[in-house]
């Protein structure tokens, strides 16, 4: 028999609680993604360029290809989502 105690709808709360902690935590992502959408290459921490192994010569970052940074995981989330949108 299914009865509803008091124990159980502080439950239903803390889950209603963390969905809405989860769902301002992206927004707030995705406003920062908007405002800066490049952050630092984690290669090159943001310089474009790295040591080659003999430790004599710099090298441009493959990763960057020397830029110095990357598009966060958000912008491109919300790159194909407004092309998404021009499509239809």
Excluded: H, I
């Excluded at 709808?9 to 209603?16: D, F, T």
């Excluded at 993604?33 to 493959?62: L, M």
């Amino acid at each position: 028999m299914l009865t509803l105690t008091a124990d159980r709808g502080s439950s239903w709360s803390a889950v209603l609680n963390l969905v809405v902690v989860a769902f301002v935590a992206v927004a707030g992502y995705l406003a920062v993604c908007q405002v800066w959408p490049y952050a630092a290459c984690r290669k090159c921490k943001g310089d474009g360029k790295w040591r080659s192994s003999s430790g004599r010569a710099w090298r441009t970052c493959r990763r960057c290809k020397g830029t110095g940074e990357r598009r966060r995981a958000g912008t491109v989330l919300l790159v194909a989502a407004r092309s998404k949108g021009r499509q239809q």
